[in-house]
């Protein structure tokens, strides 16, 4: 078959098929993305399958590369299983919120995982804040013990200084 012209080639194909495929380049496009290249599809399943969100990644940029790794290794993937692999990696920190809210499809765990994720960061932006006015106020009653024990050393050495012997 090798040794063949494109014209004998595209005999072996189906009549069907040769509706839409009048090339031999064609033909060989179409069969390379039907089944495509079994060793960058076994690369993709690995990424997919040990692909964490990092601790600054957004949870939308995280479920967009979760979306293509699974369109990359399955197009007809079900949603249940997209949405087992996004679960699987997401940071521990969203992960039980989300969980709780027990989304059905990729839709609503993008919609619940952005809310809980902005929530998540107010409260962290306030637990900031909270810190910063402690270490302020600690640091505020710290230096005015300071100045009450100066304060009261020097009366002390006053008076000490004014008791006749």
């Known amino acids: 078959m090798a040794k063949w012209n494109d014209e004998k080639k595209l005999q072996y194909i189906s009549t069907q098929a040769s509706i839409l495929i009048k090339t031999w380049s064609s033909f060989t496009e179409a069969v390379i993305k039907a089944f495509g290249s079994t060793k960058v599809q076994e690369l993709t399943f690995e990424q997919l399958k040990w692909y964490k969100q990092t601790v600054n990644q957004p949870v939308t940029q995280y479920y967009d590369k979760i979306i293509e790794l699974c369109k990359k290794v399955d197009p007809a ?13 997401m940071r521990e920190s969203l992960k039980l919120h989300v969980a709780l809210q027990d989304p059905k499809t990729t839709d609503v765990f993008l919609s619940f995982a952005r809310k809980i994720e902005d929530i998540l960061s107010f409260t962290t932006t306030d637990n900031e804040m909270q810190q910063n006015e402690i270490n302020i106020n600690a640091t505020t009653t710290q230096k005015s013990l300071e100045q009450t024990t100066i304060s009261q050393k020097s009366q002390k050495k006053n008076i000490q200084q004014n008791i006749p012997p």
């Open 77 to 89: 993937m079900l949603d249940s299983l997209k949405l087992k692999y996004i679960m699987a990696g």
